[in-house]
Structure formats: structure tokens, C-alpha cells
């Protein structure tokens, strides 16, 4: 395993221009040098103040869906002020360029800001509402000043939520298949800016390996997938994409 020294941007710059079909996993890191907080690796992330299982499951919404809708309203206004960052820009610059699949757990939009066109987002998008009710389909895209909860305008009976994966929710059958496929056939996997602590996304990188793919990680701390990956570059991700960008163009 290499760790980040002069020499490691330039070789990550020769792999990506050699693979033949790469695959970018991010999480919340990715979008933390925008000015989004994590969910658990400082005591300003999400999870550090509030108990995931009370904001992020449905059980918690059914207990109390006044105050899931407050948190995930405020944190549409903190993302609403965010910009996409060199690691967003460069990665939808890479994408134009080069055979690249980009998954993502974060689902603040970021990466179709910086100009992405395909992201398979994997825990949904919390720009989006759905309606509750398993029985109705209902979805719509949030507006700005629908500041407390919605009753659906469809079936009249349920609450609104946000259109996130939450804790012992199925992902999409249909991202999740894409993102299988896709890393079991990539020969690059770069897992930046996450814990590597969710599953079904901690669990591709070891797809990816299976199928001979090098494995890179781009994070300042360690996580379970380090001692499998091939490589770690222990840097903030924004940085890495400010010195990598250049060697490529
Ligand atoms: C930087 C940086 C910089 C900072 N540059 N880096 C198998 C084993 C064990 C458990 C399970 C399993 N399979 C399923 C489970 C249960 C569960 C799970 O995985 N639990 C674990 C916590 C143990 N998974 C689920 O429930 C999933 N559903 C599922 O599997 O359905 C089938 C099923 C159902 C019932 C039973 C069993 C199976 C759903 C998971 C949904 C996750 N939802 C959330 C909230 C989304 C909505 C929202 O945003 O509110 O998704 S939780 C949260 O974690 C969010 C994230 O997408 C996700 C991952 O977090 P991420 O992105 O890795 O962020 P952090 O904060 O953890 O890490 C940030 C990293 O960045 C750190 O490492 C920093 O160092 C780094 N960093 N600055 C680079 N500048």
C-alpha cells in the first residue's frame, strides 16, 4: 500500500488514463470542503449530535414527523448555499473525458451541479419528496418554502418524506443492480470521502476487488476498506482533484 507522497497524484493521474472502465464511489468527504457536514467522522458530523435512528429510519418519522421534516429542511437550506468544489468539477470533467461511472451515497446534488450528467445516486436525493404510503407513488420535486410537512396531494392521507434511503430501507432496485454491474466490471475503483461503513455501498469496492480491479482510496482517515485498497492517498479529496486536474488537461 502507498501512502501520499510527491510521486502519488502524478500515478494516479497515469492510472486513470490507462484504465479502461473506472468507478468513482463518494460520500459525504467529497462534499464536506463545500461546506457539508459528515455524518461521522468529526464531532460536527450529523451523527456525532443526533441519533441517526430518531432522523434517518422510518420508525422515526412515524414517531415524530415534525421533527424528521425540520432536519431535513434545514439541511436543504445549508446545501442550497453549497457550491460544487474542485472534486465535484474535476470528477464531471473526468467523466466527458474518460469510460467513468460515478456512484454516490450523498444526496445533495452537488455532483449534477459541477455539470455530471450520470450519477447513480444511491441513497436518493433530498430534493425530492415521495409520499409515505407504500401504497402510492407519489413524488415531486421540493420547493423552497414548503418549510413544514405536506400532506400528499395525491392519496390525501400521508405525509410527504424525503426522497433518502433511510436506515433498513431497500436501495433502488435499479441503482443498486447499476452499481453492482458496474463494479464487478470496472479495472479502477476509487472509493472517495467515505467511512466505508454502509452497506450495500461499503460492500462494492470488494466486488470491484474480486474481479481483479486496483483499488484507490482518497481519504485523511483511515476506514475498513484502507487495508484492502491498493493504494490510499491521505489527503482532502478537493486538494487531490486541484493538483490532479492540472496533468491531465
Ligand atoms: C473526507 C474529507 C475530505 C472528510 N476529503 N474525505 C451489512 C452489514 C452490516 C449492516 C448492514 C449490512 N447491510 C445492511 C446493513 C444495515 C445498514 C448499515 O449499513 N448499517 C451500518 C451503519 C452498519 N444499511 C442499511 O440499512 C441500508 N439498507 C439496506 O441495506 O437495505 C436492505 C436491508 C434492510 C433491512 C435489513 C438489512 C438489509 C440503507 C442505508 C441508508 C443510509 N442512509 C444514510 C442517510 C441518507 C439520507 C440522508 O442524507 O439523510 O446515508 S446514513 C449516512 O451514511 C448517509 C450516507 O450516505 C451514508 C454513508 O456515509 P458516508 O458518505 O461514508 O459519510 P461518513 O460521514 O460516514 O464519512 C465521511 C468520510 O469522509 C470520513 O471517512 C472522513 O474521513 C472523510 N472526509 N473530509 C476526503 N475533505
Redesign the pocket.
Known amino acids: 500500500m502507498l501512502n501520499s507522497s510527491e510521486k502519488i497524484i502524478p500515478q494516479l493521474a497515469a492510472q486513470l488514463l490507462s484504465a479502461q472502465r473506472i468507478v468513482v464511489m463518494t460520500?459525504?468527504?467529497?462534499s464536506?470542503?463545500s461546506g457539508i457536514s459528515?455524518?461521522?467522522?468529526s464531532e460536527d458530523?450529523y451523527w456525532s449530535q443526533f441519533d441517526?435512528m430518531t432522523l434517518?429510519s422510518l420508525d422515526g418519522f412515524s414517531d415524530n414527523p415534525q421533527r424528521v421534516w425540520h432536519w431535513?429542511q434545514w439541511?436543504r437550506q445549508q446545501i442550497a448555499l453549497a457550491r460544487p468544489n474542485p472534486a465535484h468539477v474535476g470528477l464531471a470533467q473526468l467523466q466527458r473525458r474518460l469510460p467513468l461511472y460515478l456512484i454516490t451515497?450523498?444526496?445533495d446534488g452537488l455532483h449534477q451541479q459541477a455539470g455530471s450528467q450520470q450519477v447513480c445516486e444511491l441513497?436518493?436525493n433530498?430534493f425530492i419528496n415521495q409520499c409515505v404510503s407504500v401504497s402510492c407513488n407519489y413524488r415531486e420535486q421540493h420547493q423552497d418554502n414548503a418549510s413544514d410537512l405536506i400532506t400528499c396531494p395525491q392519496c390525501q392521507q400521508a405525509y410527504l418524506r424525503p426522497g433518502?434511503?433511510?436506515?433498513?430501507?431497500?436501495?433502488a432496485a435499479e441503482r443498486l443492480e447499476a452499481a453492482d454491474l458496474a463494479s464487478r466490471d470496472c479495472d479502477l475503483f476509487l472509493s472517495?470521502?467515505?467511512?466505508?461503513?454502509?452497506?450495500?455501498?461499503?460492500g462494492f469496492a470488494a466486488l470491484a476487488k474480486q474481479s481483479g480491479a486496483q483499488i484507490i482510496e482518497?481519504?485523511?482517515?483511515a476506514?475498513p476498506l484502507s487495508e484492502h485498497a491498493d493504494w490510499v492517498i491521505r489527503a482532502?479529496?478537493?486538494s487531490v482533484f486541484e493538483r490532479l486536474m492540472p496533468l491531465l488537461s
Open positions: 460520500g459525504a468527504g467529497v464536506a470542503e459528515t455524518f461521522r467522522d458530523s441517526p434517518a431535513y439541511r451515497q450523498n444526496v441513497h436518493g433530498i433518502v434511503v433511510w436506515f433498513g430501507e431497500c436501495l472517495m470521502g467515505t467511512s466505508a461503513a454502509v452497506y450495500p455501498a461499503a482518497i481519504n485523511p482517515a476506514t482532502p479529496v478537493g
